[in-house]
Structure formats: structure tokens, C-alpha cells
């Protein structure tokens, strides 16, 4: 590493330039300062000495004049005086013409001292006239002197303003200097990393001209090269995952297309091939509403597969000479930083389960069909049989009522399975009636009562709640509920058990629960016992398994067609319970 001077050096070399011309600036303006203290003082007490040594000379001279006015003055000591006041001003010269008036009043004096009679009024008013001319000197000498004095305050400070201003530009160009080397090599890097240049690159950052921009310029071009490794890792990984993906997608059932926002297509799997007749070459990466083929199936996905489609649509389409119907949907492809990239579309294959759905309106049509003319006949000899029903054993008779109910009941579920033949729906038309829950459940509850006791099972109701439980239900559909759920409990339930209804109103909401005590319904067949058709291992006391057919389907979509819901729990320490939670109805709710 080459020796370069410190960031630090460099600021603190800068800063002490700074420093440097305000110490200058600061011992320019002590200095004057201290000039202009010390002249103008000394000078002013020179001035007023001379002019004190005048006003004594005055009052010595006023003395020898008039004697009687200065009682504490004799002549000796005013003489005294004035010689003393003289001298102090002979030897205190310091304005022009100053020196010619002490002469003057040298010559007066001495010619007065010498006289042995007392001086005329003439040498008194010349010796005065000359202190006059004394004090006015020195007064002048002083205005101009303080005149001087402002004259030098006035340039000491215009020398320091304009020396002030001079160091203040200076520092500002040392420190734009300073400011200069520190940020252009930092801008360097910046612009250097904002480029980026390709990988494999090197990073060209500049000379560095400290050394910590050196330390940094090193870390960052190692930095770089770490990065530059990393990205082509992981371009490398990410062609490897593509082509992995691209090979899953190759093998999914489903026919499979993705455009990105142009309309470019990105990918197009092997189904989607196939139903467009056309090879990869001719479709990644051409425009979807544009690819080299007029084939029908293509003119019929073009029309439907964009941004507007239904998101349940169907499609009819040749595939491998075969007409198959196929289930369209799509997914949007985004990302949070830059949105929606792509459409994902599939198609689905449905033909075998449309087969199946034909199949199986076809077969409940036949069934609805065929079990017509047996209801007729049944219910025609039940009209006969309960005509004379008073003339039969009154053991029989109850027996009488059981068969009318039940073919009164198949009778509603054929009628329901032609109006779900009719109408290819799932759709139940209900004749809602305000119904008294509490009374009728043990009527529905009567006729399985015979049955059970025949299999030595006891079934028991109870009611939790108000005298009378209003609820809105269909008369006809919704005691097969109650029925399918009877039937499974005393199938399912073993010798001397018993079956348990209970009924109970809380605030709003009614629950019906059918509890018996037999094996219980298996976890795994818990996720299927309401699928139609279903086929359970649970063996029943007699040793059969358990058919649930269709019955706990209808049942579930008859609770459910009143706006309740069934549910299933396992019994400790075993059985069953089935629990229906609807709400409750009546004049009070």
C-alpha cells in the first residue's frame, strides 16, 4: 500500500491554515490596539503638564503682583514657584513655537528676578500674555493629538475590516479546497457504482488521494468482485431452476400458457403445443395475437384467453382428433417492486367430468322415472289401508300411519330429484312455515320408535328451553333430516343402547342433537360421510358395512337450505352425535 496522508492530516493541515490567518488577524488588531493605548495617554499628560506649569507661573505672578490678595504667598515663594513651573515647562517641549515662548518667558524672568524694585505693570502683562500663548499651544497641541488619535482608530479599524474580509475569502477557498478533495474522490465512486458495469467487469473508482480512500476504493472494488461471483451463482441457479420448471411444466396434465404484458409469449407447454398444432419455435416468444396458424382451436383461444375472460369459463377444442371440453382461468404474475409482469392461463380438461355429470343426471332422471309408478301404487294402497285402518289390530295401526308418512316422503324426494334433473342445480325450492319445533319433532320421532324397539334400542327425546319452539322450516323436506339421522343411529347402534334427542333454544339460535352410542364415525371418514355415495368400513351390529348413501347429502343440504349447518362429533366414551344449529323463528323473535 503506498503512502498516502491521512484524511485527518489533510483537515487538520486545512483547518490550522484557517486558524493561522485569524491568529494574524487577532495580533494585527492587539498590537494596534495596544499602539493606540499607550501614545495617546502619554502624549495628553505631557500637554496637560505644560498647561498645569502655566496656571502655577499665573498664580505665582499674581502673587508678586497683588500681595494682599495672596496672604499664604510671600514673594520668596511665589519667586519659588515660578522658577520651579518654568523649569518643569523648559524641560517638557513637545509642540511647535512651544520652546520659543519658554525662551521668551526665561528672558522676562530673569530680567525680573534681577530688578531690585517691583516689576512694572508692563512685564506682568507680557509674562501673562506669553503663559496665554503657553496653554493655548498645548491646548491645540492636545485637540490635535485626539484629532490623530481618531484619525489612527478610523484606519486600524478599516485595516482590520478589510483584513477580516481578505482571511474570510482565503479561508473560503481553503475550505472549498478541503471540501474539493474529500467529495470528488467520494463522487467518483458513486458515479463508478451508479454505472455498474457488466458483470465481469472490474470497477474503475479512481486514484485515491488519502488513505482512507484507499482502504475504501480496495474494500469496494473486493466488495465487487464478491458481488459479480454471487450474480453469476445465481444466474446460474436461476437457469438451472428455469429449465427445471420449464421441465415439471412439460409433464403437467393441464395445457399450460404464460404472456408477459406485450403480448409476448413466454412459454407454452407441451398441451398447449399439441392444442395449437404449432412447434415451440413458432410460438415462444412471437405475439399471442399474431402467431402463423389460422387452426380453429387457435382462433378460439385467441378470442378468449386475455384479461377480460369470466373466471369460470369453458371452451370446446380438438385435441388429438377428439373433442374435449376444457375449464379456462388465468392468474395475474407480479412482483412488488414492478407490478404485473404476466398471465399465467389453464386449460383443464373437464370431459370425464362432464361425462360423469351427464351420467348422473341421466341416472336420478331414470331413477325418478322408475320409482314413479311403484309410488303410485304405494300410495294408492295406503289411501286403502288407511280407509279401513279402524278395522285392523290397534297394534297395526300405528304402523299404518309409519308407511303413509314415508311414501308421503319419498314421494317429496323423487319430486326433488326431478327438479334437480330439470334444473342442473344444486338450487332447493322450500315452502317455508312457521312451525311449533317442539310439537313435531316428536311426531317425526314417533314412527322410528316401532323400529327401534325391534332391534331392542330405546329412543328417548328431551326439550332445554322455552314451552313452545318456534322455528321456519319446509313441513315436507326438512323432517327427512330428522329421518336420514334416526335411521344411521339405530342401524349403527347396538343392543340395549340408547338414542338421545334433544332439543334446545338459546337467545336467537335452535340446536337439534341425535346422540347415539354405537362405533362412531373414523376421522378419514368424517372428510367424506356427506360426499354422495359415500361407502364407510363401519361395520353395524349385524356385521354389514355402513352404506350412508345419499341420505346425508340431502340432509346436509336441506339444513343448509334453511340457513343452518350440521355438524359432526364423536361421543365419549363412544358413539355419535349429530348436531343441527339453525335459528329459531316465532312471533317473539
Known amino acids: 500500500m503506498k503512502s498516502l496522508p491521512s484524511l485527518r492530516r489533510k483537515i487538520l493541515h486545512s483547518f490550522l491554515m484557517i486558524v493561522l490567518l485569524y491568529g494574524i488577524l487577532g495580533l494585527f488588531l492587539v498590537v494596534s490596539v495596544q499602539i493606540a493605548s499607550r501614545t495617546s495617554p502619554q502624549m495628553i499628560h505631557v500637554n496637560y503638564d505644560s498647561i498645569a506649569a502655566a496656571d502655577q507661573m499665573k498664580e505665582a505672578l499674581a502673587a508678586i503682583e497683588n500681595p494682599p490678595a495672596y496672604p499664604f504667598f510671600n514673594r520668596e515663594t511665589a519667586k519659588i514657584q515660578f522658577e520651579k513651573a518654568l523649569t518643569l515647562e523648559e524641560g517638557n517641549i513637545t509642540e511647535m513655537g512651544e520652546r520659543e515662548i519658554a525662551q ?8 525680573v528676578k534681577a530688578g531690585t524694585d517691583a516689576p512694572s505693570h508692563e512685564k506682568f502683562n507680557k509674562l501673562n500674555q506669553l503663559l496665554k500663548q503657553l496653554v493655548t499651544v498645548n491646548e491645540k497641541g492636545m485637540f490635535e493629538l485626539a484629532h490623530g488619535n481618531e484619525e489612527l482608530s478610523r484606519r486600524v479599524l478599516f485595516g482590520t ?22 467529495s470528488m474522490p467520494l463522487k467518483n465512486i458513486a458515479e463508478a457504482l451508479g454505472r455498474r458495469p457488466a458483470l465481469g467487469q472490474k470497477l474503475k473508482l479512481g486514484e485515491p488521494n488519502t488513505l482512507e480512500l484507499l482502504i475504501l476504493t480496495n474494500e469496494l ?9 454471487s450474480e453469476q451463482v445465481n444466474v446460474r441457479e436461476i437457469i438451472q431452476q428455469k429449465s427445471k420448471l420449464e421441465s415439471v411444466l412439460e409433464f403437467v396434465d393441464d395445457a399450460l400458457l404464460v404472456i ?16 395449437l398444432h404449432l412447434s415451440t419455435e413458432e410460438v415462444v416468444g412471437k405475439q399471442w395475437n399474431d402467431l402463423p396458424t389460422i387452426d380453429e382451436n387457435y382462433l378460439k383461444l385467441r378470442n378468449l384467453l386475455n384479461l377480460q375472460m369470466p373466471k369460470s369459463s369453458e371452451i370446446e377444442l380438438f385435441l388429438q382428433n377428439n373433442k374435449k371440453q376444457f375449464s379456462a382461468r388465468f392468474r395475474l404474475i407480479s412482483s412488488p417492486a414492478d407490478g404485473h409482469l404476466a398471465t399465467l392461463f389453464l386449460l383443464h380438461d373437464i370431459t370425464e367430468k362432464r361425462k360423469r355429470e351427464h351420467f348422473r343426471a341421466d341416472f336420478i332422471d331414470m331413477l325418478s322415472h322408475e320409482i314413479k309408478t311403484p309410488l303410485q301404487s304405494l300410495g294408492t294402497a295406503t289411501e286403502l289401508l288407511t280407509a279401513q285402518k279402524k278395522e285392523l289390530p290397534v297394534a297395526l295401526q300405528p304402523l299404518i300411519e309409519t308407511i303413509t308418512e314415508d311414501v308421503d316422503r319419498i314421494k317429496g324426494v323423487a319430486n326433488e330429484f326431478v327438479q334437480m334433473t330439470q334444473s342442473h342445480s344444486k338450487i332447493m325450492r322450500l315452502k317455508m312455515e312457521m312451525t ?21 334400542v330405546k329412543i328417548n327425546f328431551e326439550q332445554e328451553g322455552p314451552e313452545v319452539i318456534w322455528a321456519n322450516l319446509d313441513r315436507v323436506k326438512f323432517p327427512w333430516v330428522i329421518s336420514n339421522l334416526l335411521s344411521n343411529a339405530i342401524r349403527f347402534s347396538p343392543s340395549g343402547s340408547e338414542v338421545l334427542v334433544r332439543l334446545i333454544k338459546s337467545d336467537s339460535n335452535i340446536k337439534i342433537e341425535v346422540k347415539d352410542e354405537g362405533p362412531g364415525v373414523t376421522v378419514d371418514d368424517q372428510k367424506k360421510m356427506f360426499e354422495p355415495f359415500f361407502q364407510s368400513q363401519i361395520e353395524t351390529p349385524g356385521g354389514t358395512k355402513g352404506l350412508f348413501g345419499i341420505g346425508l347429502t340431502i340432509a346436509k343440504e336441506v339444513v343448509e337450505a334453511h340457513e343452518g349447518r350440521i355438524e359432526y362429533a364423536l361421543r365419549e366414551p363412544n358413539g355419535s352425535i349429530f348436531t343441527i344449529m339453525m335459528p329459531a323463528g316465532g312471533p317473539d323473535e
Not at 521668551?104 to 530680567?111: H, N, Q, V
Not at 475590516?161 to 474529500?182: H, P, T
Not at 472494488?221 to 461471483?229: A, F, G, P, Y
Not at 311449533?436 to 314412527?447: D, G
Request: charged fraction near 20%.
Open 221 to 229: 472494488t473486493r466488495l465487487w468482485e464478491r458481488v459479480t461471483s
Open 161 to 182: 475590516i478589510a483584513f477580516f474580509l481578505v482571511s474570510l475569502i482565503a479561508s473560503l477557498f481553503v475550505a472549498d479546497g478541503l471540501a474539493m478533495r474529500i
Open 436 to 456: 311449533p319445533l317442539n310439537q313435531v319433532l316428536p311426531e317425526w320421532i314417533k314412527p322410528f320408535r316401532i323400529v327401534a324397539k325391534d332391534r331392542n
Open 260 to 275: 408477459v404484458v406485450d403480448g409476448t409469449i413466454s412459454h407454452a407447454n407441451a398441451c398447449m403445443l399439441e392444442l
Open 104 to 111: 521668551g518667558l526665561r528672558a522676562d524672568w530673569d530680567r
